[in-house]
């Protein structure tokens, strides 16, 4: 508004200044509007995305378990999906489950729209994390197609199984009479935060630490992660911070 008044003062004096002040006006609504548009548009292209993914890997093994629509119904919950979002969500996931699903192209259009923020591309992986390991499991199938994907947007099977041992650890096998954690999910835990037990007590601090200074969700706001991601955000800061506590009680050199 202002640059279109000052225009207008330039090249028409006080009746230029008035309607350079209207030009500025008009031009700054559309650029808005334009702005939000665009901002609508990823947001769909980034639900469209993600679900259409999400059903292919569901049906990788040949079956959509109870428990995996049950966990999608959940990431629907999870991300406010409601009305036309939700159902828009739904179709995408329906879509995804498909024999003549191209998930590549699927991937490759959420690499176009996630260019730049890897925290986003972290997250969306959790999010199928979440659904395929739903039944207690990830199928081998499940894990290769993981895999495929997490590569086509420039990562490696380490970082998915870092991934998948996060969710085992904080969901995944009983723990013992005394309350220690089992054997296995130990292990998930130090996996999920990139050690092992043969690491020190500082080294394991400064491991979990660093991931959970990256996964902040304010943090990852501040570099343009979407608003309907931050609940995710938070998920995976708790399973974090569980996996850490998992350790700290098995060891007791941790404080």
């Known amino acids: 508004m202002v640059f279109g008044a000052v225009l207008g003062a330039i090249f028409g004096g006080v009746n230029g200044l008035l309607i350079g002040a209207v030009i500025g006006h008009l031009s700054g609504y ?3 509007r334009t702005v939000i548009g ?20 569901c049906k990788a093994d040949k079956v959509v378990s109870r428990d995996e629509i049950d966990a999608v119904e959940q990431i629907f919950r999870m991300l406010n999906l409601e ?3 939700r159902q828009r969500a739904k ?7 498909q024999t003549d699903f191209d998930l590549d192209t699927a991937v490759d259009q959420f690499a176009r729209i996630s260019r730049g923020r890897g925290p986003l591309v972290q997250l969306f992986l959790q999010l199928q994390c979440m659904a395929v390991a739903a039944d207690g499991q990830i199928h081998p199938a499940e ?3 993981l895999v495929r994907i997490a590569h086509r947007l420039g990562l490696s099977e380490a970082d998915v199984s870092q991934l998948e ?3 085992r650890a904080a969901t995944g096998g009983a ?19 990139g050690v092992s037990s043969a690491n020190s007590p500082a080294e394991i601090k400064r491991a979990y630490r660093k991931l959970i200074s990256q996964n902040h969700p304010d943090k990852l ?12 955000a938070e998920e995976r800061s708790r399973e974090l911070n569980s996996a850490y506590d998992l350790i700290k009680s098995a060891r007791g050199d941790l404080k």
């Not at 609508?40 to 890997?57: E, N, P, Y």
């Not at 179709?91 to 489950?97: E, H, L, P, T, Y």
């Not at 723990?175 to 935060?193: F, T």
């Open 143 to 145: 894990h290769a197609m």
């Open 91 to 97: 179709q995408a996931f329906n879509s995804g489950k």
């Open 38 to 57: 665009g901002l609508r548009v990823a947001q769909s292209q980034f639900l469209d995305s993600t679900f259409a993914i999400m059903g292919a890997l």
């Open 30 to 32: 559309a650029l808005k």
């Open 221 to 232: 706001a501040a570099r343009g992660l979407p608003e309907s991601m931050r609940a995710v």
């Open 83 to 85: 009305g036309d979002a």
């Open 165 to 167: 041992s996060l969710l």
């Open 175 to 193: 723990s013992s009479k005394s309350g220690a954690p089992s054997r296995d999910r130990l292990e998930h835990a130090y996996a999920a935060l």
